[in-house]
């Protein structure tokens, strides 16, 4: 991937070093790596270089969840609205050109989920089957994948495999580390699980992900009983007090 292709790579002491902060080491992983391809795009010159320009191009920039992290203003630091406006007024005259070449093609459907499909025939009492501009949407679709999701990914995917060759060879440095994390998020664990390649691997991350379901179970218990006009005045803990957005984050993940 062009806009990627000199993104530093991932390294197995990284993960371990991600042990150490608050919130699944994937996820920390993940949100490293697309900061650094938005510093490499913008602040490394991506957005002179015609492969580059290219891909976003195909893309038509970035997915809608990394479009708005460039532009939130809470997240300035590395971005350059000069670099931005270079990138988007080319995938602006790409959209223009794409919408200059669209036709209308009768006699087809759009490609819609059935079930809201339907929903709509019901609601608008139109026929199931009309005319539409179907290939005029799909025209105006993204050609590639947005480049920070692949690179997000492709790092996650090699985080991962490491991860679990390292439970399996019964990595003790790897195991202490994660053992005295937040743990993995459910989405993470669940690709953990999916890589794993001996039965030990699957030991070891139900043994660990237990602990820490078990403690935020009981930090989820403390918050709601300390909720409790009777047990008010005991003060929560550090760990008692966001128990609530902990369990939400290991549910979800929080990886952009």
């Known amino acids: 991937m062009a806009i990627l292709k000199h993104t530093p790579p991932f390294s197995y002491f990284e993960l371990i070093d991600l042990c150490a902060q608050p ?3 994937l996820c920390r992983l ?3 790596t697309v900061d650094r391809a938005i ?8 957005v002179v270089d015609v492969d580059v320009r290219a ?10 969840q990394h479009a708005r992290y460039l532009i939130d203003p809470q997240r300035q630091g590395s971005r350059s609205p000069l670099g931005m406006a270079i990138v988007y007024a080319d995938i602006l005259k790409e959209v223009g050109r794409k919408l200059d070449a669209t036709t209308y093609t009768p006699g087809k459907n759009l490609p819609l989920d059935k079930q809201v499909e339907s929903q709509l025939n019901t609601w608008f009492n139109r026929p199931k089957k009309q005319p539409n501009a179907a290939a005029a949407v799909r025209s105006l679709q993204p050609e590639g994948r947005c480049p920070i999701c692949a690179r997000r990914d492709e790092t996650i995917a090699l985080a991962i495999d490491t991860l679990t060759t390292k439970l399996g060879e019964n990595e003790t440095k790897l195991i202490d580390a994660l053992t005295a994390s937040d743990g993995l998020c459910l989405p993470h664990l669940r690709q953990s699980i999916a890589f794993a390649k001996q039965p030990e691997v699957l030991d070891q991350l139900k043994r660990i992900t237990a602990g820490h379901m078990q403690q935020l179970a009981a930090d989820l218990e403390e918050f709601k009983r300390k909720q409790d006009y009777r047990y008010h005045d005991e003060k929560l803990t550090d760990g008692e007090r966001d128990a609530w957005q902990r369990v939400v984050r290991f549910m979800v993940g929080t990886a952009l």
Do not use: M
Request: overall charge negative; hydrophobic content about 30%; proline content about 8%.
């Open 23 to 25: 919130g699944c080491p």
């Open 30 to 32: 993940a949100d490293k």
């Open 39 to 46: 510093i490499i795009l913008f602040d490394d010159g991506g």
């Open 55 to 64: 891909e976003l191009r195909s893309s038509l920039g970035h997915c809608p």
